[in-house]
């Protein structure tokens, strides 16, 4: 009897697991070799994070928790931050997304909107000090001014895109229940 209850359920899990680590490091890879070039207002924009906070946004608060896990992994793997930095802050910036997924009006159009503008600086604040807490020399001030703020108008203008892209995903993916 429990095995039949649990089977469903690790099924899911791995199914979700086919689609999830690769596009998770094909994004990672795509962010750290890809975006360089294309750079606004001399900032790159993070799509790790924007995903991370959609899909965080469509399926709740456990797949975005761990979409910022491997996520941040695979950033920390392809870049040259101490590993576990963009981990942990993805986490934290997943985990606080759910937060407007469960009590705001989850399909209004300005919701991933108004989250990524929020975690934006949060995100980078977060980084920020665990660069510091590691030992990286980091220009505080310098980096929230000249980084984050344009990086906030640039994660606003993208994210859209980038929701509907996942929703998409997030449609061809779920479970469905069936009724008979």
Known sequence: MWTSLAAPSHKGRL???????????????????????????GVMPNLMLMAVVAWTLLRGPGEGIVWGFIGGIALDL???????????????????????ERTLYRDHAALPLAVILIVTPIYDMLTL????????????????????????????????????????????????????
């Open 129 to 180: 000090l665990l660069l510091q807490l590691t030992g990286q020399r980091v220009e505080v001030l310098g980096s929230l001014l000249y980084f984050t703020l344009p990086a906030t108008v640039i994660h606003v203008v993208l994210m859209l895109p980038v929701y509907h892209a996942l929703a998409w995903l997030h449609r061809t993916t779920r479970r469905r229940e069936v009724h008979l």
């Open 78 to 100: 392809f870049s040259r931050a101490p590993l576990g930095v963009s981990a942990l802050a993805l986490v934290i910036v997943g985990y606080l997304s759910s937060f407007a």
């Open 15 to 41: 199914h979700v697991a086919y689609y999830t680590v690769p596009l998770l490091l094909a994004l990672a890879l795509g962010q750290s070799t890809v975006m360089p070039y294309f750079r606004v207002f």
